[in-house]
């Protein structure tokens, strides 16, 4: 089993709609978790953290199942900017180095 | 505040020569990630920096791969005898000080390199 699994997806969704994504972790050790946007052809970037307690920015809340050992990121109202890959990241207890999900992509059409 | 910056952005080099790319990381950040991404594909962990101690080396792919970081600030990823296969984006990130905790990381907007 891989230590941190999206689907790939892509999502196709119309403006407005709702979507959600969840991604999976093997460790149960983990201890932070991050939710990134990657562009086509362009860097990460930091989209929000993962608080036990859940997250919210706007039209994004992130929440995680530590029981289920999975995080999940809904959007609300999807806007056509919105269209991107969106990585998850999981930090394990004791590692410094992060591991990246492979990503889902997230298509919003007219 | 400035962002993590990389040099050069574009790299076409041709196959058997040794390359050389740079990150300047956000003043603070004492560590500092090199990631590789072929088209289509996740992020490869190759390096990882933290102050002044021994870097983790474990993800780079060969012996041709090296990096160091200068006065706990930039970092430099050399590659000797280019191959092909060494084509890719390289990415380089940094954070605060790195605690099994964890901490966001920020992103360059990478160096594309092309082996031909």
């Known amino acids: 089993r891989k230590e941190v699994e999206q689907d790939p997806g892509p999502f196709n969704v119309p403006e407005g709609a709702t979507v959600a994504f969840n991604c999976t972790y093997s460790?149960?050790?983990?201890?932070?978790f991050f939710w990134y946007r990657q562009d086509c052809r362009k860097e990460p970037k930091l989209l929000m953290s993962?608080?036990?307690s859940g997250n919210e920015d706007g039209r994004f809340t992130a929440q995680l199942n530590r029981a289920s050992q999975y995080i999940s990121l809904l959007i609300r109202d999807s806007k056509l900017s919105d269209s991107a890959t969106y990585l998850c990241v999981v930090n394990s207890g004791g590692s410094y180095i992060p591991t990246f999900g492979r990503g889902t992509s997230l298509i919003v059409h007219p | 505040g400035a962002g993590v910056s990389q040099s050069p952005s574009n790299k076409v080099t041709e196959k058997g020569k040794d390359v050389e790319l740079r990150c300047d990381p956000i003043?603070?950040?004492?560590?500092l990630y090199w990631y590789r991404q072929s088209l289509g594909q996740g992020l490869e962990f190759l390096i990882y920096?933290?102050?002044?101690?021994?870097?983790?080396k474990s993800g780079l792919p060969s012996d041709r791969f090296s990096a160091e970081r200068t006065g706990g600030s930039v970092s430099t990823l050399t590659i000797q005898r280019t191959q092909q296969e060494d084509s890719a984006v390289y990415l380089c990130a940094s954070s605060l000080a790195s605690t099994s905790g964890g901490y966001e990381q920020y992103f360059g907007p990478g160096t594309r390199l092309t082996v031909t």
């Open positions: 993962v608080y036990s």
């Open positions: 003043s603070g950040h004492t560590a």
């Open positions: 920096f933290q102050g002044n101690s021994a870097p983790d």
């Open positions: 460790n149960s050790a983990s201890q932070s």
